[in-house]
């Protein structure tokens, strides 16, 4: 099997010259350039198409990718509703510190 690159190189080689694939059976449903040289590709890009013409059945995939993000923002919803509640009870505890310290300054208390 020949590298991904010098596959796209033999690609690359052909797209230069204008091709006319229509009718061929390794040609795509719907292919033909207007004009041009007709050339028939080579039998190694036949033979890659048609190896390349496994359908595969992403629908399983998308589904669990899907229910993936979806539990990831149902973790990342809770996470920042528990960041927010402790951001107010960290305020509540500072300014109940701070209230507490000005009545036992106020009441002339010495900690010594």
Do not use: F
């Not at 795509?28 to 007709?38: A, F």
């Not at 539990?71 to 509640?85: K, S, T, W, Y």
């Amino acid at each position: 099997r020949e590298s991904q690159v010098e596959l796209r190189e033999h690609i690359d080689s052909l797209a230069t010259g204008e091709l006319n694939l229509g009718g061929h059976p390794c040609a795509p449903q719907g292919v033909g350039v207007q004009g041009g040289l007709t050339q028939t590709p080579p039998p190694e890009l036949c033979r890659i198409n048609e190896d390349q013409k496994v359908a595969l059945d992403l629908d399983p995939y998308v589904k669990k990718l899907l229910n993936a993000r979806r539990r990831v923002v149902l973790v990342n919803n809770i996470l920042q509703n528990a960041q927010e509640r402790l951001r107010r009870l960290n305020h509540s505890v500072a300014k109940e510190t701070v209230r507490r310290r000005a009545m036992l300054e106020a009441g002339g208390y010495q900690g010594k």
